[in-house]
């Protein structure tokens, strides 16, 4: 009698996914993988897959860097924009310039504030898997616009017909 070996069998896990209608239940199989880590210094090639895990490992990094800078310094300039608050002047045209000065400093931090807005979006995306894919089209944005603006959520293309739509309803 010839000798029968055993072969281990690759185990992998089994997730029911439950559908809303009265279809039978999907099955989804989910390998175990450990986390991919990525040098400080790693910048995404062409040559590598479109929106492999490196390249929203790295998006991810560096939106939250940004958002964590942003936050800061408007922390940093709304503390010390009230400290200017004590001294006011007698004299008017110092009081209209300190004036101006306040409401510049304002609508730089509600520009920035407006940008952590756009940046939690995008790392929304990053989740979601859709991020780096024109939000109209779902074309690759590409990787140096995403390097130039990495909270961008057109093409080239895409982004230039809605300013051109936006400029056409400004002007009703």
Known sequence: MPKTSKVKKKVTKTKVKVAKSKAKPVTKK?????????SKNYVPKDTEKYMC????????????EWKKDLVKSNNEALYNGSMDDNSISADVVDQANSYTDKNVEMKAINRQIKLISEIDKALARIREDIYGYCLDTAEPIGLKRLMARPIAKYTIAAQEKHEKNEKVHADD
Do not use: D, G, Q, S
């Open 53 to 64: 895990e490196k390249h929203k490992i790295f998006f991810r990094m560096r939106l939250t």
């Open 30 to 38: 989910v390998a175990k993988t450990t986390p991919i880590k990525i």
